[in-house]
């Protein structure tokens, strides 16, 4: 049986759990970041007319830099210090919220969320790597990740409602600014309560790896992008193969350095290989899923942004509990199992979302949201706490920053995947649709494109064609939304058997 060695008992002082709260806060507002655009998407798109290419980078270019930059800012935070980086990477994320507050258009916009990607990549290794210094008893460490990952999965889920309050009185730009006051907090509390770590031992910072992993990660996402608008041409293909070619050098270069910025022998144990791997495979559902049943709320059932806020709030609430509640039930049942468990959950989830239909959409749509979040929500504290267990503690930010990326890159892979096959496949259905004769070429190109296009053309059209317009556009989304789901079914069963088969013999 694999196991971790296990410190001396120490138990956490009162300034230990303040210090917690001083970094779960901002957490909470980083992850919202991740998704905090679902419900602004109609807005930004009538004001700044991006194209549907454009549309996917502007929600996905921050969790892609995220995912990008997270191994890099890992390391970087053993070598400068993990405090430091932290409120470094606050200041950086308070700046940045405010340019892509004031952005005027598309291109202004994606590159703001870039930055912020940039400056948030420095919050999450920064702060699991501290907990995993703070908290040297077992349990208490198990319980301070389990409040991290609530706070990660909460913020994500709550982005949506709190975009809907902030969109009821504001414009769409002012979601970016709720950030501001929380890390400007973070800068004023972290000096005073949080301990600074570093590995006094760790050597000089590969500038190249971390091009390679920024650069591997974009081609692939762009490559899958531009399938999904164009279908397969070269530029897909190269772009690609680009990124795979960059990952294989990227590989081959960890193997040859002193101080690579990846520790493949982290990946040799096969409890944290199966860890990160069900961490990408989770993420790549719920993350994805839930940008379309945000537009599937607004665009199709026709709710206010705060409406739709208000539905998808009890995944939060979902995702909190569960968290909450792991490090019990791992107390009473094998951590394989209560993961096993929670898979399956999520797998009749996700086979619910699929019998979405008008007229009696809300309470199935309700149904499996709660069955998805409190399936899926053991996932993250149980791999995380696996992963810091099983690594050194001088190597605390590295392996921070490996589970993270893992949970970014899957989120950011399962809005990409999941976004490109809802795109092809609406394109596809809305060209073979039998539309009435008389829409004017400008407005039935976008039409067919997204569905905020054809929403936006319906509205410039008499009633006459924009009803069979809408009727159609609701049709294929329907369809898109079914097919995200199942291939949101085969990655949940895939954790599911990558749990059975290589965590039995982890304790």
């Known amino acids: 049986m694999y196991a971790a060695t296990s ?15 001083v970094i779960a806060v901002p957490c909470l507002v980083y992850a919202m970041d991740l998704t905090v655009l679902n419900l602004a998407v109609p807005h930004l798109a009538l004001d700044l007319a991006p194209s549907a290419a454009q549309l996917l980078w502007i929600i996905d270019i921050y969790g892609f830099m995220v995912a990008g930059a997270l191994m890099l800012m890992g390391t970087l935070g053993d070598r400068i210090g993990r405090r430091k980086l932290l409120l470094i990477g606050a200041a950086a994320f308070a700046v940045a919220s405010v340019l892509a507050a004031m952005a ?45 990952i609530a706070c990660f999965s909460s913020g994500a889920a709550l982005g949506p409602l709190v975009g809907g309050v902030i969109l009821t009185y504001f414009w769409w730009g002012a979601v970016f600014l709720a950030a501001v006051p929380v890390m400007l907090l973070l800068l004023i509390a972290g000096p005073l309560l949080l301990p600074e770590f570093r590995d006094e031992k760790a050597g000089r910072l590969d500038i190249v790896s971390a091009l390679q992993s920024v650069t591997a990660v974009l081609a692939l996402v762009y490559g899958m992008k531009r399938i999904a608008e164009h279908g397969p041409d070269l530029e897909a293909g190269a772009a690609l193969a ?15 350095l002193a101080d690579p910025m990846i520790d493949l022998a982290l990946f040799a144990h096969p409890g944290i290989g199966a860890a990160l791997a069900i961490n990408v495979l989770a993420m790549m559902g719920v993350m994805g899923i839930f940008v379309f049943i945000s537009q ?8 206010s ?5 208000l539905w998808t709030a009890p995944s939060g609430v979902c995702f909190a509990i569960g968290s909450m509640a792991t490090p019990r039930l791992v107390r009473r049942w094998r951590a394989v199992d209560v993961l096993s468990v929670g898979l399956v959950a999520a797998i009749f989830g996700f086979l619910l979302l699929t019998q979405l239909r008008a007229e009696a959409s809300l309470p199935v749509l309700m149904g499996a949201i709660v069955l998805m979040c409190l399936g899926l929500s053991p996932a993250g504290t149980i791999t995380t706490d696996l992963v810091m267990r099983l690594a050194p503690p001088e190597r605390a930010g590295a392996a921070s920053g490996i ?31 039998a539309l009435p004769a008389g829409i004017p070429a400008t407005l ?3 039409a067919q494109r997204t569905l905020d296009g054809a929403v936006t053309a319906a509205a410039k059209l008499p009633e006459a064609l924009a009803t069979p317009l809408l009727q159609a556009a609701h049709g294929a989304f329907s369809h898109a939304i079914d097919l995200a789901a199942l291939a949101c079914v085969a990655s949940a069963v895939l954790a599911l058997i990558v749990a059975r088969t290589r965590l039995t013999r982890v304790r």
């Open 305 to 309: 942004p705060l409406e739709a806020g």
């Open 444 to 446: 039935l190109e976008p």
């Open 104 to 148: 005027r258009s598309a291109e202004q916009l994606i590159l703001a969320r870039a930055l912020l990607g940039l400056a948030g990549a420095t919050l999450a290794p920064s702060t699991l790597s501290l907990i995993r210094n703070i908290f040297l008893d077992d349990r208490e460490r198990t319980f301070a990740i389990g409040v991290w």
């Open 7 to 21: 410190p001396a008992t120490h138990r956490a002082s009162p300034r230990d759990w303040l210090a917690l709260a």
């Open 242 to 256: 680009l990124g795979l070619v960059v990952i294989g050098f990227f590989v081959a270069r960890q193997k040859r």
């Open 403 to 433: 589970s993270e990326t893992s949970f970014e890159f899957g989120g950011a892979i399962g809005i990409a995947s999941l976004g490109s096959l809802v795109a092809g496949s609406y394109r596809l259905s809305m060209e073979g649709a």
């Open 296 to 303: 599937y709320l607004q665009l199709v059932l026709g709710m």
